[in-house]
């Protein structure tokens, strides 16, 4: 099948190297701009996407705007059967919804109609949810409101980062979309509509769900801690220094929320709204990331002490 593939980061790379192994023919990928890097940003780096289409001889289109004419005649002369779509970031006007033979397909990372939005996979984390997976579904003007063609779901393990789940679904994703396009291209392809009564959104995140509040529960920091990694990380004043919590685990101790129980080289162990929550690795502001047993070496803490 003649496709054309949208997407920008490292998590679309495995669904576009799904379709050129399956033997599609890939007519070009659109991804975001080259973005500027570096401490004076007079660098520019190429989204994964970009690197990964070169790599294959996959002509790159780059536009800034997706609204003026333009990329529409780039896609009508390329004349694909299908666009697939996998993390763009953009939003497809109805034009180019509308120009392609079989329409548009997106690889979503959520089971649809749960966690439509920017980031499902750091919401699902979150939430505290047990199961997450990923759906292809036909796209449609609303957000992520289109007829699921496909889904598959997997159990999100206990310590997992988004960073790591990304990866899974990444992978999970591009299986699933090489067997969504055969169906397709067979006319077997199922389709369902969305149940809007079970919508819920997965809005982009902000510096504003940093803080760790230590009257909720050690599961719901220790989910928000993995949920927010890399960005915008969760947060803690421990010893009057802002520190990025990067790494902890969940115990049963009690105490006074917010009272250091125990701190020494295994970690920095504070009481919460239920359970205790231990702090295995941080990077206060200004300083590269360490060992909370490193951290108390310069700010000692003792048992029964206020963070």
């Not at 997706?66 to 666009?83: K, N, S, V, Y």
């Not at 990866?167 to 067997?179: H, K, P, T």
């Not at 690795?281 to 360490?290: A, F, N, S, T, V």
Request: glycine letters at 10%; charged letters at 20%; a neutral charge.
């Amino acid at each position: 099948m003649r496709i054309l593939f949208m997407g920008t980061p490292e998590f679309a790379v495995p669904s576009l190297e799904s379709l050129v192994a399956a033997g599609h023919e890939l007519c070009g990928a659109f991804c975001q701009p080259d973005k500027p890097v570096g401490r004076h940003q007079n660098q520019l780096q190429p989204p994964p996407v970009k690197e990964c289409a070169l790599s294959h001889h996959i002509p790159v289109f780059q536009p800034v705007k997706l609204r003026d004419g333009t990329a529409l005649a780039q896609i009508r002369a390329l004349a694909p059967d299908l666009i697939v779509v996998a993390a763009y970031g953009r939003i497809l006007p109805q034009d180019i919804l509308d120009a392609p033979r079989l329409g548009c397909i997106n690889v979503h990372s959520s089971l649809l109609p749960k966690y439509r939005g920017a980031a499902p996979i750091n919401w699902a984390i979150l939430n505290g949810d047990k199961e997450t997976g990923v759906t292809i579904m036909h796209m449609a003007a609303g957000l992520d409101s289109g007829d699921i063609i496909s889904q598959e779901k997997t159990a999100i393990g206990p310590d997992e980062t988004a960073p790591e789940l990304t990866r899974r679904l990444a992978i999970l994703g591009a299986g699933l979309l090489v067997d969504t396009v055969a169906a397709l291209e067979a006319g077997t392809a199922s389709r369902t509509v969305q149940d809007e009564s079970q919508v819920t959104l997965a809005p982009m995140l902000s510096k504003e769900l940093s803080p760790l509040d230590w009257t909720r529960s050690a599961q719901q920091l220790h989910d928000q801690v993995r949920g927010l990694t890399p960005w915008p990380s969760a947060t803690a004043q421990i010893k009057g220094v802002r520190c990025k919590i990067l790494k902890t685990a969940v115990e049963d101790r009690k105490g006074t929320p917010g009272v250091l129980l125990e701190g020494g080289k295994n970690g920095i162990l504070a009481a919460c709204g239920e359970g205790s929550l231990r702090i295995l690795e941080l990077q206060p502001d200004g300083k590269k990331p360490m060992t909370a047993g490193d951290f108390l070496s310069g700010h000692p803490l003792r048992t029964g002490e206020p963070l």
